[in-house]
């Protein structure tokens, strides 16, 4: 209150500063450490409690496959990080991916010589293709990406099945380096979950300490401000789409390595789950808020409970319910996070001087 | 922010409102014959059906393709008010498919008639709905990610009920009763209920003040609140009406296919909304009309139904939903846009207008 | 009066020439000039739908002119986006607050030019640094670290200025910025207005508060029907003068409440309170009666005006109409109870844009309207159009939305809607807020002629001669709680704002 | 808006209905105890059998799988295609784009419409599409299924890939001789109630009280929905449950390429034996790097070439479905109808190392 005299209105300023914030910068990024600490924790107590029934879960082979397991969907779901962000959603990985890996295979099947760097580097220029279609789509028509990316969904799983015709392609057609890819450890570690590593930490810097990261959060936090303060929204949701069909595509190839035997039902029903990966990992599904890592988490978590309720031995039609419940319960919570949020910072601007 | 705006952001959201109403008298122009369009391109597939399709044109192709389409109809039916309020619900399919495991569980366990159990399985439905109304409403949260959640939620829970196994030893009588014609013509007496809530959903969205209501709370659900509308109680029982919808669709499709399973009606909330969207109404909220989400339901099952005897893909057939989709929400936005820059430039070429 | 005769002392900095914009069939702008010198600070007046913010939009590049050209520095401008305005050094601050409500203050701040450090990354710490810097200067304290949501209009209005601050522009251009600044902090922007004209910039002045134009401005222009009217110098002008040119003719008197009979206690508030907002609200409105709830902004007067109405809910005390309690938390009740509410914020709260007059007009009275909730015939039609009638609402036809019509007519609209459900008690919040001039006294007749019929009406303003002209008592809020209430004798400038900034409360 | 109002008459609706149903049914509804068995009983055996009558030209054969991406049964439609083709017969493949009862159903009235003369088809669930077919039936279409059966009344002929009794005997031999007769095994199934999958587990277990078997134990059935990842996960889940497992036996093709990738990839692999029902063109990998030793499958083409043959010679009134009644399907050979209108293909084929580069499917 420097600048008050005798209780002029200058203290109208005063009222709503709040000096203990100077002591603990950082308020907004705060919240987001406090979701992804949470998420850490109750992936802790789930790995302890089937520890606890079964001490093979920790074992070496055990992580192994686990952290193989959940690559996939870890990579995913950050690309789908990035669309939610921007208060898009996109519902067409699953079919992304299908139409990838089912062409990384017919790529092998047609010249079984071609390295398997140049077939990695197709299958993302594939998925961006796809991506593109559906920023294309969505920046010509102004409709929500929900409803564009349905539509996307059923457009590339068909072409998949179409081309496929039924045809499977196995193990056998693919050159065994490329297989190995999906099988190969590094001290221990699976080369894949290296892949989705490296793929979190790149999007998750980039989103926060870039200005184009920094900017997909204005435009999901409010778009019409985002254009009025000069951000080029179609431009940036577009190459959000195709970033996010790169990353599909890229899990696609990764999925023929992981899985060598394919067909074009591959990935099915998967957009699910990477939108509850996210959602469970703290990206808020109006856009605004999230981050990579915490989406990454909660892919982490919702491979870990599959295998849990495996090694548990619990009915495995409770899964998808207890996907079903994880979501809602991850909204639910950040809803009352965000109002106890609100009510504290009202608390703050109301605070007599 | 007070809307979720994750597909209810309208493009340009609120900061111009000359320029919005601008657009948006462009978007009615397109809706406004939306309906008209809707109807004219069923009447048009209908006729190049019959012409060249074989088969077609036949009293049994007939009742097969509307025998087809009613659960598809009764869903899209509580969806377009569902919709026209700015909200979504995707959890209809696997509603259907827990009240149909539901409804295989009962007869299979409790001994109760079989009346009583189809009444119940209705009423579940509702309470099935009401968990949605309440986390949409008692909560405030955005109905597309609450109802993503129950989607998995209850379709999971579907499986839980009856596993893998199938309930089917439901009286004949019954299982006949479902698929049963009109005395006299190839129409499936099913149709009737289907007509009737047709109706009553028409009525209420086009003539009460209810329905006055939903379109208010779908473009700007403050506005409406100040005005007295209860908009969250008003949603709670639209979702409620949406789950008991669910309950009867459940019913009929057990009983239709004589087999009560987890996977009833997989997948269908998509066809669902696709019919929806197709029929001109509008994903924002707001805007559509009955008329045009059943024409849009008729339109969809002419034109799969031609096609499947025509001999196309299964797969072609996804493709084509897909488009569809794309195609219902892409043009009338191309078309008003189109409409928006003939009109810009007439005007430029003509600067010193009025 | 050729638009750039007086004070054009030196070059012009930004000159707008014939510039023509429309919507759809309404033209927005008819071939406006415009120019800004460099040092100057230039108001911009004209009622609703003048033009103005169309302009303004043009400015900041958001909208492009259909003709016309934009001259920087004598060299032709093209604006294809904000970025482009923005690069060409003009900042605007808007009517309403543009925030991203997830990002922390700074952020919102420096949003696309945040500092940099190795590597092309954001550098954090210097921009909460700068940040603090900037909220220094407008002498006010902000955590930029918190996130904009749950900032008061107040607050992101200051956001908005530090953020039009931060980037040294050339041409500020404010859009009614004050709407929502306390007095003191009025005070503050005028200063930093000023010292960026010290130092060569140019400042367009949106506002409808004349007081605040003559202190500042020094060059006015008006528009009427998106046309240019005149630009003089601030020093050859009077207030009336300005509103005759703006209006295009005269306008009888503003505040015309004419005292009528005081009936029955309609409204009785009781020991109101909401934790955190507001606390201890008690007072009365009669019948014939015209109580004006005065305060700054902020003061919670609005929050009292949405709990008794039922929009929100409150805490503790009661609300009494005509006698029987008012059951709290819901609007439907509370029109049952013959209240009706006019909101602040008629795009978000008043008007459902999208839909046609006549649906809005009868959207508050539509139960009435039906047979057992079946709505017959033209029953929504000739409500409408009695309302619309009598309230003089200028629309081709009532089946147009409502989002075409101007300010005026739009608030019209809203007074027909709470009209039709022939109320006992009207809240009326800012009843002339953005609207013009000739509507506003229009307004003001009809609110005295509705007390002379009897209705209680609680206002709310914060335009001082409103208050003082309209009111039979004045309630006075601050910090959210009722701390003068002074009859029509005691209420004048001086009481009022005395007891709105707090100094009442202390005596 | 009085939502309240309309709520309560919403929930008054609803309970009226309620109450008006239940006093409708309280003086006696439709139960399962006293529905009685009244399902369209008797089938088939219209008209006599004509064993030397010629098998037809130019008939219109359509097969209908589960679903029509679904390289299992792109193999077996083939194979119908193949003996359609030798009688000179009309071939049509159609079916939905993913396995639901529903848009089978769908089909089937597609196909009944077009005139077919017969519909091979293989059941999504055995009782949903009974009606449609019946519907076909009466139209005039001999209905065949193979691999799923349905409900015996609604089909003349179930071509069945191998006896339930067949796969169980093969099975448990071979997984007893990887292990060398003795040691915990499990069982990685498809979906917990699919009605094969249940009774050849079954039979296996009979097979398992053997005195041969005695020293075999089986721990668990786990189920992998014949979803390739939750097979996989499934089997990883076995593996940490059951450290002493010996050996696991996969009856599903999904299921038993999932074990096998899992094993090939991890610790395991040569240690713990896997056989089970797979094809040989996803198997072989494994068998060559020594993850499995021996599987075993019917030839799907096969059974899609009996099916035809079964279904032309219905259609050309060489058989009615009856038992005993004798066909010859081309290069397969003369086959008896059995009971319930069931035709055996045959013993499954064992694939190993020696064989298995003779294989293509």
């Not at chain 4, 996989?232 to 450290?243: D, I, K, R």
């Not at chain 4, 999932?258 to 896997?274: D, E, I, N, T």
Request: glycine content about 10%; overall charge neutral.
């Amino acid at each position: 209150m420097s600048l008050t005299d005798t209780g002029t209105p200058d203290d109208l300023a005063g009222r709503r500063s709040s000096g203990d914030d100077r002591r603990r910068p950082g308020f907004t990024e705060r919240l987001l450490a406090v979701r992804e600490l949470s998420l850490l924790l109750a992936l802790g107590a789930l790995v302890l409690v089937t520890t606890l029934r079964n001490d093979r879960f920790l074992s070496g082979q055990s992580v192994k496959d686990l952290l193989l397991g959940c690559a996939i969907l870890v990579i995913l779901a950050v690309g789908q990080t990035l669309v939610i962000v921007t208060r898009n959603v996109d519902l067409s990985v699953g079919s992304i991916l299908g139409l990838v890996a089912f062409c990384t295979g017919s790529l092998f099947l047609a010249a079984p010589g071609l390295p398997w760097p140049v077939a990695l580097l197709l299958g993302v220029a594939l998925g961006a293709l796809c991506g593109a279609v559906n920023g294309g789509l969505i920046a010509v028509a102004k409709v929500p990406a929900l409803v564009i990316t349905l539509g996307t969904l059923y457009a590339f799983r068909g072409i998949d099945y179409y081309w496929a015709a039924g045809r499977q392609i196995n193990a056998a057609d693919m050159p065994r380096s490329f297989l190995r890819l999906g099988n190969q450890t590094v001290l221990g570690v699976p080369v894949l979950f290296l892949i989705a590593v490296v793929v979190v930490a790149v999007v998750g810097y980039y989103l926060r300490a870039y200005r184009g990261g920094r900017e997909l959060y204005a435009i999901g936090s409010e778009p019409a401000a985002a254009r009025l303060s000069g951000i080029p929204v179609g431009r940036r949701v577009f190459a959000v789409f195709v970033a996010s069909g790169a990353l599909a595509g890229l899990a696609g190839v990764l999925y023929a390595a992981r899985f060598g035997t394919l067909d074009a039902a591959a990935g099915t029903g998967l957009e699910l789950q990477v939108v509850a990966a996210a959602v469970v990992g703290g990206v808020a599904i109006f856009g605004g808020s999230g981050s990579a890592y915490g989406a990454a988490l909660g892919a982490v978590l919702l491979t870990t409970i599959g295998s849990s309720l495996a090694v548990l031995r619990i009915d495995p039609f409770w899964q998808q319910a207890v996907v079903g419940a994880l979501i809602l319960a991850a909204i639910g919570l950040d809803r009352l996070l965000a109002l106890r949020t609100a009510a504290r910072l009202r608390g703050r601007s109301a605070r007599g001087a | 922010m007070a809307h979720d705006s994750l597909y209810a952001a309208p493009p340009s959201a609120g900061t111009d409102t000359e320029q919005t109403a601008g657009r948006l008298t462009g978007l009615r122009a397109a809706f406004g014959s939306w309906d008209a369009a809707v109807v004219a391109a069923l009447v048009l597939a209908v006729l190049v059906a019959g012409v060249s399709v074989q088969n077609f044109a036949t009293g049994r192709n007939v009742q097969f393709l509307l025998l087809d389409l009613v659960p598809l109809a009764l869903l899209a039916l509580p969806m377009t008010l569902i919709v026209v309020t700015g909200e979504i619900d995707l959890s209809v399919a696997s509603t259907v498919g827990l009240c149909s495991t539901l409804m295989g569980q009962l007869w299979l366990s409790s001994g109760l008639s079989l009346e009583l159990i189809c009444v119940l399985v209705v009423l579940l439905g509702g309470v099935l709905g009401a968990v949605n109304g309440l986390f949409v409403t008692g909560f405030g949260l955005p109905s597309l990610a609450v109802t993503i959640g129950t989607l998995a939620l209850y379709r999971g829970l579907s499986f839980v009920v009856l596993g893998d196994q199938a309930v089917a030893d439901f009286p004949a009588s019954w299982t006949a009763a479902a698929v049963r014609n009109i005395p006299g013509t190839p129409i499936p007496a099913a149709v009737l209920p289907v007509l009737l809530l047709a109706l009553v959903f028409g009525v209420v969205l086009h003539a009460t003040t209810t329905g006055r209501a939903l379109y208010a709370m779908g473009n700007n659900d403050q506005a409406a609140t100040f005005a007295g509308v209860s908009v969250a109680r008003t949603k709670f029982w639209l979702f409620v009406a949406s789950g008991a919808v669910c309950g009867l669709v459940g019913v009929f499709w057990t009983l239709r296919y004589a087999s009560a399973r987890g996977d009833n009606a997989t997948g269908l909330e998509l066809t669902v909304v696709t019919a929806v969207l197709l029929g001109g109404v509008s994903i924002f909220g707001g805007r559509g009309a009955l008329l045009g989400v059943v024409a849009g339901v008729l339109l969809l099952g002419v034109l799969r139904n031609a096609l499947q005897l025509a001999d196309v893909d299964a797969n072609a057939l996804t493709i084509v939903t897909g488009a569809l989709l794309i195609a219902s929400v892409v043009l009338p936005n191309a078309v008003a846009d189109l409409r928006a820059r003939l009109h810009r430039r007439r005007q430029r070429a003509n600067p010193v207008a009025p | 009066m050729s638009p750039d005769s007086p004070g054009a002392d030196r070059a012009p900095l930004l000159v707008l020439e014939g510039v023509t914009k429309s919507f759809g069939a309404v033209a927005a702008l008819r071939g406006v000039h415009l120019a800004l010198h460099p040092g100057e600070a230039h108001a911009l007046v004209g009622e609703n739908g003048a033009g103005k913010s169309t302009l303004v939009k043009i400015l900041a590049g958001a909208h492009a002119p259909d003709a016309g050209r934009l001259a920087l520095d004598g060299r032709p401008l093209e604006l294809r986006g904000p970025a482009d305005a923005r690069a060409a050094g003009i900042a605007v601050i808007y009517q309403e607050p543009t925030l991203f409500p997830d990002l922390s203050v700074a952020e919102n701040i420096f949003m696309g030019r945040q500092p940099l450090r190795g590597l092309r990354r954001i550098d954090t710490a210097a921009m909460n640094r700068d940040a603090a810097r900037l909220f220094a200067r407008l002498g006010v304290r902000i955590d930029p670290t918190r996130p904009a949501r749950g900032l008061s209009i107040a607050d992101q209005q200051l956001v908005e200025i530090a953020k039009a601050l931060s980037f040294d522009a050339r041409i500020l251009v404010m859009d009614e910025p004050t709407a929502a600044l306390s007095g003191v902090e009025v005070e503050r922007l005028f200063g930093v207005a000023r010292s960026l004209c010290e130092r060569g910039a140019a400042v367009l002045f949106i506002s409808h508060r004349f007081d605040e134009v003559f202190d500042l401005c020094q060059r006015i222009t008006v528009l009427r029907d998106g046309a240019w009217v005149s630009t003089d110098r601030t020093s050859d002008l009077t207030v009336d003068a300005v509103v005759r040119r703006m209006v295009g003719r005269d306008v009888s008197s503003l505040y015309p409440k004419q005292d009528a009979p005081l009936r029955d206690t309609l409204l009785e508030v009781r020991g109101l309170g909401r934790a955190g907002v507001f606390s201890d609200v008690s007072f009365t409105v009669r019948g014939g009666e015209i109580v004006a709830l005065a305060g700054l902004v902020g003061a919670g007067r609005s929050e009292v005006a949405r709990a008794v109405f039922g929009v929100d809910r409150y805490d503790a005390g009661e609300v009494r109409v005509a006698g029987e309690p008012l059951p709290a938390g819901s609007p439907r009740r509370a029109i049952a109870a013959g209240l009706a509410l006019v909101p602040e914020d008629r795009r978000q709260q008043g008007l459902v844009m999208e839909l046609s007059v006549e649906r809005n007009a009868t959207l508050a009275r539509r139960r009435a309207l039906s047979r057992l909730g079946l709505l017959v015939g033209g029953a929504e039609r000739v409500e409408a159009q009695r309302w619309t009638r009598r309230l003089q609402v200028k629309t081709s036809r009532l089946s147009a939305a409502v989002a075409t019509l101007s300010g005026g007519n739009q608030q019209k609209v809203v007074l027909a809607k709470w009209l039709a459900t022939e109320p006992r008690i009207l809240i009326i919040d800012e009843p002339t807020r953005g609207i013009d001039v000739g509507t506003k006294a229009e307004v003001h007749r009809l609110l005295s002629q509705l007390a002379n019929e009897g209705l209680a009406i609680l206002m709310i303003s914060s335009e001082l001669p409103e208050v003082l002209g309209m009111a039979d008592r004045v309630l006075v809020m601050h910090e959210g709680r009722m701390v003068r209430e002074l009859s029509r004798a005691e209420a004048d400038e001086t009481s009022v704002m005395f007891a709105a900034t707090g100094q009442g409360a202390a005596a | 808006m009085s939502a309240h109002r309309r709520g309560f008459r919403f929930g008054a609706t609803g309970l009226a209905l309620a109450a008006l149903l239940l006093s409708a049914t309280a003086c006696g509804g439709t139960t399962r105890e006293n529905s009685g068995d009244d399902s369209g009983a008797g089938n088939q055996a219209n008209g006599a059998a004509n064993p030397d009558a010629q098998l037809k030209e130019g008939l219109k054969i359509a097969f209908l799988p589960k679903q029509v991406n679904n390289p299992y049964f792109t193999v077996s439609d083939n194979g119908g295609k193949t003996a359609v083709t030798e009688i000179k017969g009309e071939f049509k493949e159609v079916g939905p784009s993913e396995a639901s009862a529903s848009s089978q159903v769908s089909y089937i009235n597609t196909l009944s419409q077009q005139g077919m003369d017969v519909i091979v088809t293989s059941a999504n669930d055995p009782n949903a599409i009974c009606g449609a077919l019946n519907q076909a039936k009466a139209a005039g279409a001999k209905i065949v299924t193979f691999d799923s059966d349905t409900k015996p009344e609604c089909r003349q002929i179930f071509v069945n890939q191998v006896t339930a009794e067949g796969i169980a005997e093969n099975q448990v031999k071979l997984i007893s001789t990887q292990i060398g007769g003795a040691g915990e095994i499990a069982i990685l199934s498809a979906t917990a109630n699919a009605t094969n999958q249940n009774a050849w587990i079954e039979l296996m277990k009979k097979e398992l009280a053997k005195p041969e078997y005695s020293k075999i134990k089986l721990v668990t059935v786990a189920y992998g929905n014949d979803d390739d990842q939750k097979s996989f996960q499934e089997t990883q889940g076995l593996l940490q449950s059951y450290p002493n497992l010996k050996g696991i036996i996969s009856p599903t093709t999904v299921g038993v390429a999932a074990a096998a990738r899992y094993l090939s990839g991890s610790q395991y692999k040569g240690k713990v034996k896997l056989t089970g029902l797979g094809t040989p063109n996803q198997m072989r990998q494994y068998v060559k790097d020594g993850t499995v030793d021996a599987f075993a499958l019917w030839n799907p083409a096969d059974l899609g070439y009996l099916a035809a043959y079964a279904g032309a010679a219905l259609a050309s009134g060489q058989i009615t479905g009856a038992e005993g009644e004798k066909f010859t399907a081309g290069k397969l050979g003369e086959y008896t109808v059995g009971t319930d209108g069931v035709v055996v293909l045959g013993p499954p084929t064992v694939f190993d190392k020696n064989n298995i580069d003779q294989f293509d499917f």
